[in-house]
């Protein structure tokens, strides 16, 4: 007999918290909701993540003037006292629709202290202000000034969700680039392919993310369907894999991007590229949002932040 699979007790007692606040307040449902309350409710439903207290990491903000004109704003993070770092440039998640260098915070924070590296935070432009392949190109510009600012130092990326969407095309565009080397990527519960026949987006989860959600955020950030089908928001479709950075790919099994990321995970290998996967069976999409309230959600950004340190700093033990 096979086990039963069961959601943390702590996610399904926050996730009913929020989800009774949404309805005291009359959250409307996804097909009249638009971008703008999205982002108002998001907001409160933040407030039921509370920080993990990180100390000795100095933060600074700044921004990038990109090659359109607007101006990409970026928050880094950096250890005190450590000397030469390598250096991760990171994309929030949100659906490419809110979400923003503040509510990625905690965990640039986390990952910084814990990882020994210093991380660099991207707000990118959001739909549906800014469709495809807005937040994309902020993406690929963002990753060509760190290099440039830290020219020496070892360069990864990674996201969260369409953050982690993302990196992983980021590093996809600079395959074999001259110009910028990208040495890793850590993927978190991300977006990786336009397409919703799947395993884990059949099995139609209710938690925190859903199939109804997906294809909204979907709708948002792409001008046609067609355009799912473009490697730079599919990034699983990529054909030629070989030569892609060393990842370290993070999955939920209730999240319905599960089966996306698993899929990559064995092309990835199935190419010869050093990838390690890290699956958190009682989890749910997005959880290292909740890891100041979920004890299991903590210990599993701890996990995330060990494997990202073993990747930046091969030649040093990660306690775990």
């Not at 994309?91 to 809110?98: A, I, K, R, S």
């Not at 139609?204 to 046609?224: D, I, S, V």
Request: hydrophobic share 35%; charged share 25%; net charge negative.
């Amino acid at each position: 007999m096979e086990k039963t699979v069961e959601v943390n007790e702590q996610v399904s007692a926050l996730l009913h918290k929020i989800s009774s606040r949404m309805k005291e307040l009359h959250h409307p449902p996804l097909d009249v909701l638009t971008p703008r309350q999205s982002r108002e409710y998001y907001k409160i439903a933040r407030t039921y993540f509370p920080e993990i207290p990180v100390q000795g990491v100095e933060t600074t903000d700044a921004s990038i003037r990109a090659s359109q004109g607007h101006s990409i704003p970026v928050r880094i993070y950096t250890p005190s006292g450590r000397g030469n770092l390598p250096v991760l440039v990171y994309f929030h998640g949100g659906g490419w629709v809110f979400g923003d260098i503040d509510s990625a915070d905690s965990a640039c924070r986390y990952l910084a202290s814990h990882s020994e590296i210093i991380v660099v935070s991207v707000g990118y432009r959001l739909a549906p202000e800014h469709k495809f392949p807005a937040a994309y190109e902020d993406a690929l510009e963002s990753v060509l000034e760190v290099r440039r600012q830290w020219p020496d130092a070892p360069l990864y990326v990674g996201g969260e969700s369409s953050g982690g969407n993302l990196a992983a095309a980021v590093s996809g565009y600079y395959k074999g680039s001259r110009e910028v080397s990208i040495q890793g990527q850590l993927l978190i519960t991300p977006v990786l392919n336009y397409d919703f026949s799947t395993d884990s987006y059949q099995e139609n989860f209710r938690y925190n993310l859903t199939t109804e959600k997906m294809k909204w955020f979907f709708n948002h950030y792409l001008n046609n369907e067609e355009e799912g089908g473009k490697v730079e928001v599919s990034p699983l479709r990529r054909e030629d894999k070989q030569g892609l950075p060393e990842t370290v790919l993070v999955t939920a099994h209730f999240d319905p991007l599960r089966e996306e990321a698993a899929a990559y995970h064995r092309q990835l290998q199935e190419a010869g590229v050093r990838a390690e996967r890290l699956h958190f069976e009682d989890l749910v999409h997005s959880f290292i949002n909740m890891a100041g309230t979920v004890d299991r959600a903590e210990q599993a950004l701890a996990d995330t932040a060990a494997s990202l340190k073993t990747m930046v700093h091969p030649n040093v033990h990660a306690d775990r």
